[in-house]
């Protein structure tokens, strides 16, 4: 017979839509089979009927042969004959009247209860693991909703282990029901064929046993030849049938035998797996991150809008295949594009207060679609493989091989804390403003190394993206200032610009910004360049945004090239420490020390990647810091002015003109790649 189809147990707990599409199928299948069987099951009682009657009917007509010679008939002579024919007769109705009466019994025994059984036992164990699969699933799903709830920020932990305990008996009860609910399913394959022979057998066993006792009623069958030549030809017909479909039947119920063996050690097998299996974020403080995937499929939470404020989250089932990211509702046959991949950006970001969020960007800069992994390892992997295929290794021969060399080259892209931690005695051009940078771009030898925490705090989140909603900009890095949103600059800024004795442009790449303790030296910066480099290494970060960097006298402006809008802008006096990078020159840092309004302070670092090299920069900001403060005095203002040369208006001129120094520059606001 052709092969059984079957569910795969060792997918129930992963619990794909592909398997919930298959299960659907095996569903319909049994109900349809339910249906069958109940048809049949009416047939075959009445058949069983007809067979009780037929023993009631010769029951009742031997008797009315047996009372012809009870009759009074008026003229009754000579009828002694037909008399004792009929009493023959009526021997011969009692013999078929227990012929059929036993056939009665085998039938009840033989056809109608075997699928009576099947149809009480394993049809209506099906539907009754369905329901409790159903209900498994449910409270599942209820579970993890409020697992996704929980907040990023000020987590209660003891109402974490609490929902995550909630969860992992869910998933443990679903698991369990799910694989007792395959296991029926599985078996019920053989079982339907067994179910449908094992009853005509029975029938037919019956019948051919009853014309063999027909044949042996010598003296009836004797005179009537033609029933005894065709009841032997039936019957030797009929036992070569029986036979096949006997040992057909009892192939089936081996293999079911097997098949339910194996099922049940399997299922012990998965059972007896460890709680993390079935616990969300068991492994955040370790876990095994595979950063080198160019697949990726699990369920993740989509936020959608549902009006200008209000959002849901649904959980939906995720897959890629190739460059596309595709979505699967649960009851859907099959997966739909949700997002084009290729050349898109991935990010962490922070929305609504919930953990491991992420935002796909369109290659045009435009926000796409925002996920949420319910743990830390599904996070990362779902960053690094969504960078992975942005980048269209799956195109290349070897994609995994492509994948291992570009998640190698970004680790050896992230600078040792060692070369970051060097203090080398740099000596630039003899001029009194640049020694006087040179103490702000070194560190004096006898400022001690401090321990990295007392400058961050571990876990402190980093901002990969400095263009914000205006609102969320000033929440996150307060101090910022955004300009116009339409390009329009504002008359007050047009005017301090004309004010302002310094004004130098540099262009630069947003790398990260994160809240640091301390900004006594200068090692605050180099320690937030190595935790921004190294994060954007672990998490395939390499889009950056470019910016126009406008130092003046009076503050730093970061200027969209394309709009001329100012993306960010920060008061030179609230910069307490600036500082290059000592063997990548191009890397540029500073501190924003800023007041809150209830007497607390608040410190950021913001680390950019520059098109020249970041000391010329470093010193443009202690230029103008020395500005402000010369701008007290008269005399020490017009000291600095003889110091340094002037421009034709009557500026400061640091460095030559950006377009004869800085080749390349790059025409608006486009992305480039680190």
């Known amino acids: 017979m052709p092969a059984v189809d079957k569910l795969l147990l060792e997918e129930a707990l992963q619990d794909s839509p592909q398997i919930r599409s298959l299960l659907s199928v095996f569903e319909e299948d049994a109900g349809t089979l339910t249906e069958y069987t109940n048809q049949l099951l009416q047939a075959m009682q009445r058949v069983y009927g007809a067979q009780n009657e037929m023993c009631l009917a010769t029951q009742q007509l031997s008797k009315q042969l047996l009372a012809y010679e009870k009759q009074h008939f008026a003229l009754g002579r000579g009828d002694e004959e037909v008399i004792s024919t009929l009493h023959y007769f009526s021997k011969v109705v009692d013999e078929l009247n227990n012929l059929h009466s036993d056939l009665a019994k085998q039938l009840a025994d033989t056809m109608v209860l075997p699928i009576i059984q099947f149809r009480e036992k394993d049809l209506t164990e099906v539907s009754t693991l369905k329901d409790l699969f159903g209900l498994a699933s449910n409270e599942h799903d209820v579970s993890m909703a409020k697992y996704s709830r929980l907040p990023k920020r000020k987590e209660n932990e003891k109402l974490k282990a609490e929902v995550a305990k909630e969860v992992a008996n869910a998933r443990r009860k679903q698991h369990l029901s799910s694989l007792q609910y395959y296991c029926a399913l599985n078996a019920l394959q053989y079982r339907k064929r067994v179910a449908m022979i094992e009853p005509m057998l029975g029938y037919t066993r019956g019948q051919v046993l009853t014309v063999k006792c027909l044949h042996h009623l010598d003296m009836f069958l004797g005179k009537i030849n033609f029933f005894k030549k065709g009841a032997e030809m039936f019957s030797k017909r009929m036992d070569s049938f029986l036979s096949s479909v006997s040992d057909m039947v009892q192939s089936i119920q081996g293999e079911l035998d097997a098949e339910a063996e194996k099922m049940r050690i399997s299922q012990q097998d ?84 919930r953990r491991y969020c992420f935002q796909i960007t369109t290659p045009t800069g435009k926000a796409g679609i925002t996920l949420q992994a319910e743990s830390k390892k599904e996070y990362e992997e ?293």
């Not at 595979?290 to 959980?315: C, D, F, H, P, S």
């Open 270 to 353: 998965l059972i007896a797996v460890n709680e993390s299996v079935y616990t969300p974020d068991s492994d955040v403080i370790s876990p095994a991150i595979n950063r080198n995937l160019i697949q990726k499929a699990g369920y993740l939470n989509l936020r959608n809008k549902t009006g200008l404020v209000t959002t849901t989250w649904e959980r939906l089932y995720f897959f890629t295949q190739g460059g596309n990211l595709m979505c699967q509702p649960r009851g859907a046959v099959a997966g739909g594009l949700i997002q084009d991949l290729d050349n898109c950006s991935v990010m962490a970001v922070d929305c609504e207060d």
């Open 382 to 674: 779902w960053i690094c493989a969504i960078n992975n295929i942005s980048r269209q290794i799956y195109l290349t021969d070897n994609p995994e091989a492509a994948a291992i060399k570009l998640n190698q080259t970004a680790l050896q892209a992230v600078t040792p804390i060692t070369s970051l931690g060097k203090k080398h005695e740099v000596q630039l051009p003899s001029q009194t403003v640049k020694n006087m940078e040179n103490a702000k771009i070194v560190p004096s030898g006898s400022a001690g190394i401090q321990d990295s925490t007392q400058l961050i705090a571990p876990g402190t989140p980093i901002q990969f993206d400095i263009v914000l909603p205006a609102m969320e900009f000033l929440d996150q890095n307060r101090g910022g200032r955004r300009a116009n949103p339409f390009g329009e600059s504002e008359d007050r800024s047009k005017d301090e610009e004309e004010d302002s004795l310094l004004q130098q442009m540099f262009v630069v790449r947003f790398l990260g910004s994160m809240a640091v303790q301390s900004d006594e030296t200068c090692e605050v910066i180099y320690e937030a360049m190595r935790q921004v480099l190294a994060a954007r290494a672990i998490h395939n970060i390499f889009r950056m945004t470019e910016s126009h960097l406008m130092v003046t006298s009076k503050n730093l402006r970061l200027i969209d090239p394309q709009t001329q809008v100012t993306r960010a802008s920060f008061e030179l006096t609230t910069v307490t420490q600036f500082a290059a990078h000592q063997e990548n020159r191009r890397l540029i840092g500073f501190v924003i020390h800023l007041s809150e309004s209830l007497g607390e302070e608040s410190m950021s670092a913001y680390v950019f990647e520059s098109n020249t090299e970041g000391e010329k920069i470093c010193y443009a900001i202690s230029l103008g810091k020395e500005i402000i403060d010369a701008q007290k005095d008269p005399e020490a203002l017009a000291q600095l002015m003889k110091s340094v040369p002037l421009t034709n208006d009557g500026k400061f001129m640091l460095l030559n003109d950006l377009s004869e120094e800085d080749g390349t520059m790059l025409e608006g606001g486009e992305e480039s790649e680190a």
